[in-house]
Structure formats: C-alpha cells, structure tokens
C-alpha cells in the first residue's frame, strides 16, 4: 500500500509533502577520536541518545572546536529538531541550545514558515512505524539522511499546527508534572526505608534512636536489642511450579513491570505464550532475575503467571510477613547484592545462591507491621499517580491520532481565541 493511500484524502486545508520539501537543512551527527582528549570537554553540547529529551537543553558530554571540525558532527541552531535514526529509532527532541550530535542521531532544520518544529516533533513520535521504514542494515537498522528527505507529512495551516502542539503539550506537561510527585514519593520511601529497616519504629509510633532506645551489636552493626539478623534463604524459598500457562490468563513478563517501581503496567495474554511460565500466588514477591540493575519487584495482587526470568519468592517462616518481605527486596542492600553478582555478558543474570545469602535484621512481627503499614501508606499514594500517568498517555496517543490526522480539527479552538484577542484590543 503507498503512502499517499495510507494518508487517504486530505483534510479541507491541509497539504501533503516531502520532508525534503519543508526543511532548511538536514545531516547526521559524528563523533571525534576521542584518543585525542583534546576533542572533549570543550563546552559545546553534544547530544547523544541519553540527551534526547522533548526540549534538549543541556548534554552529558561536550566538544571542543576542534572535535567539531575533526568529526563530522555539525553546529545545529537552537529549535532544531534531533531525531535518533541509529540503533534506536525515533526519538525526538527539540534543541534549545545551539547543538552537535553523535553519529546516528539526526540534525533538521525546518522551514519555520511552513512547518512549526513542536507540531513536527509530535508528528515523528505518532508516525515512528514511518520511519522504521526507511531503516536498513543488517547487524542494527539505521535511517541514513538522504531517505529521510522522501518521509511524507501531513501538514495543517501554521495556525493549526501550533494549536494542536499546544494541546498536546499541557497533556505532556501534565505528565511530567506526575512524574515529578512520584519521584518525590520514591525520595521519600527511600530516606524511610532506610531508617525503618534499620532502626525501626516502637510501640507509640516513634522512630527508635540509641539516645532514646535498647541497641545492640550484630554482624550488621548496631541494631535494637529486640530484633535478630537472618539470612534471606533461611525465612523464604522460591515457588519452582513452572507449565504452560492455559489461555485467559493474566501473565506477567519483565516488560510489564516498572523500572524500580514495584508497578504493574499491563499485562501479557496468556494465550501469546508460547513455552513454560512460572506460577505465582496472590502475595508473593516478584523480583527481575534477568538484568537486575534494572530493578523489576512486583507484590503479586492477584494469582496469575510470569516470565522464568523472574523469581517468584514466598515466606518459608512465620517470622516473617509477606509485607515485610517485600520491603526487604526492594531494600538497597538487596538490590546492590543483586546487580553486584550476575552472570553472562549479553544477558545479565543474579543467581538464586547468591540472593538467598542476603542477611538483613529482622524485627519481632508486630513492628513488621507497624513498619509495612507506613510504607505501604506511600506506595498507595505512588500507585495512584502511576494509574493517573497511565491515564494522561492514553489520552494523549488518542489526542495525537485524532489531531494529526485531522479526524478532529481545532479551528474552532482557534476562531474562539482569536475572538478572545479582539475584546482584549481596546478600542
């Protein structure tokens, strides 16, 4: 099917065009030797793909003019757009500061009378399917440049343009606004944690320090006098029931769970898998075994089924509560232990023999629950931000297919606030 059948008829204003057509300029990046240090450190930005970011206004790295001459990187001016067209496809950033890149990410310069930049960035992240097209090559797919020129478009009047990136931009900014709380949540948990698992909470709700409580010395340093130090493997075991999953069923990969977030994000159907799963039970602890360093833990809320790449644990002992549990997988010294001892080069992997050696204190069962009521206080709080982020990105993949194909016009959005502009005038 061509593109222009794809695109199907026009809506009434809006044009069709080449990239090739609407820009200025348009070239990849470079990198310089850097057996020559004097290539680096020398204040000019230099955006790699860890730097694309919506507005690019800063970069990890930098050149020095004489990197930039030696590489053939390029000066890109500020409201650029950066397009990652290497090994990985269709990231996108706007520049806010004059910017080099690397070699594979791509430099364009638009036309700024016939396509507004923040409108052209939305447009390449809902049509990144378009741009895996024009990639080739055998080890990883590239986009080299010159194909990207012939990439068709869909452009509205300037007017419109600007008024859908307007709306889709108050959806991101809301989004990022959401991020924000949870990362302040995250904070928060953490400083707790540290103290709580450590130190612990009495009776009346206080946090127990030595000037005030019993301590007492352990293998781990000074701990209160009522809590003891055991090894992980000795109060848990894995469940090892592995089948194939029947259909209907909610199944669980490692790309459903939340880089260190203990959160879900949809599910796999069952019926897709096509080998063993592990079983797991309503309350048991998930945890990534493949690249641990990612940090992937998940308290089972229901019973379903998940990736062998991901070790179902459950409590071997009644001194330990599944709450408890979950705290100490999430702790810092568990999850360091984890990325500290892993095995293969291409995938990554901790061992169950190494896990199970983690030694944490362990208080009397009441204050588990004291403790696990607090944390789980904050977890309630991050869950319900993480569902409302969930919610904004629905709504915006629907707003993008909706105003950038033109199924829904913002005209009168645009007559309204032109009317708006007119009372303002004094006359």
Request: glycine share 8%; net charge positive; charged share 30%.
């Amino acid at each position: 099917m061509s593109e222009a059948k794809e695109v199907g008829e026009l809506p009434k204003g809006w044009k069709k065009a080449r990239l090739g057509e609407v820009i200025k300029e348009l070239g990849d990046g470079g990198t310089p030797s850097r057996n020559d240090a004097d290539n680096f450190n020398g204040g000019i930005p230099w955006v790699v793909i860890d730097d694309i970011r919506p507005y690019i206004e800063k970069t990890k790295e930098t050149l020095s003019r004489k990197g930039l001459k030696k590489s053939s990187a390029k000066l890109w001016p500020r409201g650029s757009v950066i397009v990652s067209t290497g090994a990985t496809i269709g990231e996108v950033g706007i520049t806010r500061i004059p910017a080099a890149t690397k070699q594979g990410i791509t430099g364009i310069v638009l036309d700024e009378h016939k396509v507004f930049n923040t409108f052209f960035r939305y447009f390449l992240l809902h049509n990144k399917n378009l741009l895996i097209r024009f990639s080739q090559g055998t080890s990883f797919s590239e986009i080299r440049p010159p194909a990207l020129v012939k990439l068709a478009i869909l452009i509205p009047p300037f007017s419109e343009q600007r008024k859908i990136a307007e709306i889709l931009e108050t959806v991101d900014n809301a989004m990022e606004k959401t991020d924000r709380i949870i990362e302040k949540y995250k904070h928060i948990k953490q400083g707790l944690m540290q103290d709580l698992l450590t130190k612990g909470i009495d009776e009346n709700g206080q946090l127990r320090s030595e000037e005030t409580h019993r301590f007492k010395d352990s293998p781990l340093g000074k701990i209160p006098e009522e809590w003891g130090v055991v090894k992980l493997g000795d109060v848990v075991k894995l469940r090892n029931k592995k089948m194939f999953p029947p259909n209907n069923q909610k199944y669980i990969g490692l790309e459903n769970i939340e880089k260190e977030g203990g959160y879900v994000s949809g599910f796999t159907p069952s019926e897709k898998i096509k080998g063993n799963a592990s079983v797991f039970k309503k309350g048991d602890i998930l945890f990534g075994k493949l690249r641990p360093n990612l940090r992937k833990y998940w308290y089972a809320r229901f019973d379903g089924w998940c990736s062998t790449e991901i070790y179902v644990i459950m409590p071997n002992s009644p001194e330990i509560i599944r709450d408890f549990l979950y705290l100490v997988i999430q702790s810092e010294q568990f999850l360091k232990l984890a990325e500290s001892k892993i095995f293969g080069t291409k995938m990554p992997r901790t061992s169950w023999n190494i896990l199970k050696t983690h030694e944490f204190p362990l208080p009397p069962l009441p204050e588990q629950h004291r403790i696990a009521l607090i944390l789980s206080q904050i977890d309630e709080i991050i869950e319900k931000e993480e569902r409302y982020k969930e919610k904004l990105e629905r709504i915006k993949q629907g707003l993008m297919e909706d105003l950038l194909t033109g199924k829904i016009r913002v005209n009168h959005l645009i007559e309204e606030n032109d009317k708006t502009k007119e009372k303002e005038v004094p006359t």
